[in-house]
Structures are given as C-alpha cells and as structure tokens.
C-alpha cells in the first residue's frame, strides 16, 4: 500500500432511539448517506486505502464495495462491532471516541499506516486531494472548529467558549494517536458540555502539529441537524483566509 492516503470512515448505521443532539435517525437515510460518501472516497484519487467502521452491529453488505476497490486499485477495510450503548449517556462523541479506538486496535490497514485521516463516514471533504497534496509530509494536521477571532470576540461579549478541534476531518500519526487520543473518549459528556472536540483540543494543545492550510469543503447532512452543508463562494473564500492565516491552527 503506497501512493496514497489512508482514511479511516466513522459509522453509526442505526445509532438507535435515545441519542441526544442527533436529528437524523432513521437508519435507511443514514445508510443512503454512507454508501454514497463511501463510493466518493474509494473514486478519490489521493486515497489508497479505506478503513469503513460501524459501531452499531448493522450487518454491512460490503461485498460489492470491495469488489469496487478492487476495481479501482484501492484496499477497503469494513469492521463492525455494536459499541455504541455509551452513546445514550454520554453523547454520540463518546461512541465516536470508543469506534475509533476500536478501529485503531483491530484494523489491519491502521497498523500499516504510520498516519491516517479520520472522517465523519457520512461526509466527503470535496478538496480533499489539494488538501492530501498539501500535506503529504505532515504526519498531524488539524483546525479549530471557530477562528481565534470568533473565540476572542466571545471573550470580550463575557461568553467565552472553550476551544475545540474539529473532528469531522484531521490527519494524526500513529504514535501520536496512541500517546494522546487513545481512551480520551472516556473524558466525554455532551450533556455535561464536555464534548468529544474540546477533549481532543485539550489532549493535543501541548503537542506541536500542523494545522489544515485550506478549510475543507464538506458534502453531505449533519447528523447533528439533519441539514445538508451548504455555503456560498464567498464563505469558503474567507474561510481559506483564516485558515491561511493560522486563525484555526490548534497551539497553546
């Protein structure tokens, strides 16, 4: 395997009833959006591999996916486990955490790569080839979820906000997600306000790791919402400003 990135796709297929903060729940619209996002990472040619994770004991027919990246000259990896229980008490950040945890002790592809992206399974990131160029020699790359400026302008409104790192898309190595990420899921309490973002910023912020030069453009609906991503030219345009200008670079 060389030549390409490996990327990990986080999936929760039928996350069940008692979820909280998530609007979209029914299991056949969920799977919809998987597969389609997982058709566009296999076809994205800055990927070699794909390791595709459900945490919630769907059994996945993944026979004719593997047989497209067969096709495609690409590896795909499915694991499937149910793990998603703490989810109901903690949020569906903690079931993220534990997914990635387990994909990280059991896939065959992650042991290979000496680095990895993660990405929400639902989404794909529609500039992902520039961004993969552009980093291909950071083993660690990762973005705040708001620019300092919206994190300074808080403080002086007397709302401050703790800083987060967004998790929807991030590249980490190997050995830095063993040392600082491994059971941070542990940390997370959405309902408490300790959401799995502000645990990751606070594992990392001591580490030094390069920070996304372009934001990324998602595709796809927030399970979070229900609503599909949409902004005009000119928000990603200001967005690559900030990002440009270090403004969404995690550092203490």
Known sequence: MSGGETVLLTACIAPGSGVPYLALRDTGERLADYVESLVRWLRTPAVSAVVFCDNSGYPFESASFSALARALGKELEVLCFSGNDGAERYGKGYGEGHLCDYAFSKSRLLRQATSFYKATGRL?????????????????????????????????????????????????????????????????????????????????????????????????????????????????????????????????
């Open 124 to 252: 794909y990131v529609t500039n992902f080839d520039r961004i993969a160029s552009r980093h291909s020699r950071d083993e660690s790359v990762f973005a705040l979820t708001s620019s300092r400026v919206s994190y300074a302008v808080k403080r002086f409104q007397g709302k401050p906000e703790p800083r987060g790192v967004d998790t929807r898309l991030f590249k980490i190595s190997a050995d830095l997600y063993r040392r600082r990420l491994f059971g941070c899921y542990d940390e997370v309490d959405d309902c408490a306000g300790r959401a799995l973002e502000y645990v990751v910023h606070d594992r990392l912020v001591t580490d030094p790791v390069a920070s996304f030069f372009e934001c990324p453009r998602y595709a796809g609906r927030s399970g979070t919402t229900g609503k599909p991503f949409s902004e005009r030219w000119i928000d990603h345009v200001l967005r690559d400003l900030w990002f440009r200008l270090g403004l969404h670079a995690v550092s203490p």
